[in-house]
């Protein structure tokens, strides 16, 4: 990796010149220009002192950009089997996201366990079958073809009411399946 190459990079996205980032991190307008030019390598200090000026960090900086997984396979997925329900992960490792995806497949029924209440949103999709979502006191169908959402402040939990397995689409922000 060129340091120097991604630094004036970054810095021109954000349409500063040497000057200005140089008078940010007390530098001379000549090191950025060496350091650009990978004329010279920074001390980690002042690496941390020209990123946070750039609004980044080490982390970052040095992550590479093809280490973000944008597609994931059937082979990603992770299972698990429980009271006439089947859980199916389909984004490995959401917990780390802001949003946790899930496919859920409930046998005629069958339901989850109560889920007390939380910080969050849920929004789920009914691919199969219909489902009853109770949340808090009241009592919502779902069938196929139709979505649901809710933030989830209340005890909630869902049922399938049908007489097929239920498939659907349930995803939760922040992860907490």
């Known amino acids: 990796m060129e340091i120097g190459t991604k ?4 810095r021109l996205q954000l349409n500063l010149s040497q000057a200005e980032l140089a008078d940010r991190c007390e ?6 220009s060496q350091l650009e030019n990978d004329l010279t390598s920074p ?34 997925f992770i299972e698990k089997h429980e009271n006439g329900m089947h859980l199916k992960w389909i984004i490995p490792n959401a917990q780390k996201n802001e949003m946790e995806p899930v496919l859920v497949e409930l046998l005629p029924g069958a ?3 109560v889920d007390f209440p939380h910080d969050g949103e849920e929004f789920g999709y009914v691919l199969e079958g219909k489902i009853k979502i109770e949340l808090g006191k009241n009592v919502y169908v779902c069938k196929k ?3 649901f959402y809710y ?18 689409l349930w995803i939760s922000t922040p992860p907490n399946f």
């Open 43 to 76: 001390s980690i200090a002042t690496l941390c002192d020209i990123l946070s000026a750039l609004g980044t960090d080490l982390a970052e900086f040095f992550k590479r950009e093809d280490d973000e997984r944008i597609v994931f396979s059937t082979d990603d």
């Open 27 to 32: 530098l001379t307008k000549g090191y950025i």
């Open 7 to 10: 630094i004036k990079r970054l």
């Open 151 to 168: 933030t989830a402040n209340k005890a909630h939990n869902i049922e399938n009411v049908g007489k097929v397995t239920a498939k659907f």
């Open 111 to 113: 339901s989850t366990s």
């Open 145 to 147: 073809g139709e979505t």
